[in-house]
């Protein structure tokens, strides 16, 4: 199913989304942004979700508009954020402050293994999925990395929109589901 067909089964009541949809997969509605790094927060984002048909469709959309190593990137911060995400959330939530000074111990070397403008897109998608999974700890580390990096406060809202509008899509396409 591409992501058309998926925007197609929207209902009217959440027509907001269809059209916030069309906007933030665009370079104009993204500003900040260029089509690979849309493709690859939008489909991070969908991973975060997990609403497996938004998934595939925004896997198929990440391939038409990203080179194979950036889609690989996509897949590997959001697999990568959904484990910081919890522990880094507990870490700040939690009030006992010996936590903090006690060593994560979790692999993440994934994160060191890119430079440069790949950086700074493997920080976008884990900026957008730290944003979905409610980890303000990780939204202010990527966000700093991002700005330090370059990346315009316009992009990086604009990451942020994409994350919204693909998570907003999948609960509502979700519960379309369950309801029948």
Same mark, same amino acid.
């Given at each position: 199913?591409?992501?058309?067909?998926?925007?197609?089964?929207?209902?009217?009541?959440?027509? #907001?989304?269809?059209?916030?949809?069309?906007?933030?997969?665009?370079?104009?509605?993204?500003?900040?942004?260029?089509?690979?790094?849309?493709?690859?927060?939008?489909?991070?984002?969908?991973? /975060?979700?997990?609403?497996?048909?938004?998934?595939?469709?925004?896997?198929?959309?990440?391939?038409?508009?990203?080179?194979?190593?950036?889609?690989?990137?996509?897949?590997?911060?959001?697999?990568?954020?959904?484990?910081?995400?919890?522990?880094?959330?507990?870490?700040?939530?939690?009030?006992?402050?010996?936590?903090?000074?006690?060593?994560?111990?979790?692999?993440?070397?994934?994160?060191?293994?890119?430079?440069?403008?790949?950086?700074?897109?493997?920080?976008? @998608?884990?900026?957008? @999925?730290?944003?979905?999974?409610?980890?303000?700890?990780?939204?202010?580390?990527?966000?700093?990395?991002?700005?330090?990096?370059?990346?315009?406060?316009?992009?990086?809202?604009? /990451?942020?929109?994409?994350?919204?509008?693909?998570?907003?899509?999948?609960? @509502?396409?979700?519960?379309? #589901? /369950?309801?029948?």
């Amino acid at each position: 199913m591409s992501v058309a067909d998926l925007r197609s089964l929207i209902p009217e009541y959440a027509k #907001d989304l269809k059209l916030n949809l069309d906007t933030v997969l665009s370079e104009a509605g993204a500003p900040g942004l260029n089509k690979a790094q849309i493709a690859m927060v939008a489909l991070g984002s969908a991973i /975060a979700a997990r609403y497996k048909p938004l998934t595939e469709a925004l896997a198929a959309f990440a391939a038409e508009n990203a080179a194979p190593e950036q889609v690989a990137a996509a897949k590997g911060s959001a697999a990568i954020m959904g484990m910081n995400n919890i522990y880094y959330r507990f870490q700040h939530l939690v009030s006992h402050p010996e936590y903090a000074s006690i060593p994560a111990k979790l692999r993440m070397n994934v994160i060191g293994q890119y430079k440069g403008d790949a950086k700074n897109d493997f920080e976008l @998608v884990s900026l957008a @999925v730290s944003a979905v999974n409610g980890c303000g700890m990780c939204i202010d580390s990527h966000d700093k990395v991002l700005r330090d990096g370059g990346v315009s406060v316009q992009g990086i809202q604009s /990451a942020v929109r994409i994350a919204s509008v693909i998570h907003a899509v999948a609960v @509502v396409l979700d519960q379309a #589901d /369950a309801a029948g």
